[in-house]
């Protein structure tokens, strides 16, 4: 149980409930908009975690083992029944992706609601991201419960009409300090322990869900011209390469390298989220999966695959088209198109169509890493996630 007297928590604080799924997605989004609150806005976050040992994978320094710790000014708390038992409102409470917030704290509300109701917390469901034409029609809505609380729907996007994107004040300023030059993204290589890479390699990174278009992909990248450095950490991506790899995935250890012809397969550590960032920004194509890192790599300003959750009925594939849609609006046709078809046939597990179209676009096609350059802005309109949202908690 927690010990209040040593808890920093004071009427104005916020409340983050996040259930970590599939590992990292959801933790990594939570993680950064906490991070981002406490900094930027000096607002005390408590972020209340199911899992504390997925989430340790992308902040080292967490103890899962503690119930209550403090990282970056956010209070970070283990979220179980003992805990939730010391829960106090603050000004806003988000459910995170839809988790669904104990009862306790919803009867505890409700009786703050019949007592005291200027104490009630803003209460949103934080949504997750996406393109669909939808979202503007339903950001901001309130859904008013059965007990009488009312809940409102926060829905991050890409237009001024939605709740819009994670995204620190400095962060563009940061990314282009370390693409100015080529001895940072060699001082990381080299930190990460991944030998053989000169500047002018070609380097790739890898975070995806299991598809043979990764395999097919791979295997054609061996006939290559230019060494290719293929970045992937222990993880699923791995399992669709089994029938290239010396060992089993379990036997797998972090810096190992394996070399295919003129590809050079190199198995990551795990890293932080600040260290993620700059593997992004280092790398020259990047294949990312999920919320968290498929905007990371729109923030790298580098060309990317975008290899989205799968969904029942195929519906994660309306949302492919959806952003893609949005992202290729001012991208010439000519590279529009195969940089669509290959994001369809890799998410779709086609791996000849993957192929075909990967070869179709140029490698270092200028005017592909120019709208790679150029998107993070129009991206982000007019203002990030983190403050949109402290303007829709204000206005309430």
Known sequence: MLDLDSTPINANHWDIFCVVVDNYGDIGVTWRLAKQLAAEYAITVNLWVDDLKSFSHILPELDAGQAYQTFFGVNIIHWNDSSIEEYSPGQCLIEAFACEIPSSIIEGLTKLKQTNPIELPIWLNLEYLSAEDWVEGCHGLPSFQTNGLQK???LPGFTDKTGGLICEQNLF????????DDANKMALFNQLGLRGIEPNHHVISVFSYE?????????????????????????RSLNSLTSILACSVDKLV?????????????????TDQQGYDRLLWSCDFNIVRGEDSFLRAQWAAKPFIWHIYPQEDDYH???????????CDNLAPDLAKPWCELNRSFNQGNQIDTVNHWQKLEFNHLPLLQHAKTWPM?????ADLATRLVQFVKSR
């Open 211 to 235: 598809t043979p278009s990764l395999l097919g992909l791979i295997q054609s990248w061996q006939a290559e011209k230019s060494p290719i450095h293929v970045l992937i950490p222990k993880g």
């Open 173 to 180: 300023q940061l990314r282009d300090n370390w693409q100015s």
């Open 317 to 327: 594939l309306i949302k492919l088209e959806a952003f893609m849609q949005i992202y």
């Open 378 to 382: 129009t991206a982000l309109n007019s």
């Open 254 to 270: 972090a810096g190992q390298q394996f070399n295919l012809d003129n590809v050079t397969l190199h198995i990551l550590p795990m």
């Open 152 to 154: 409102y729907f926060y």
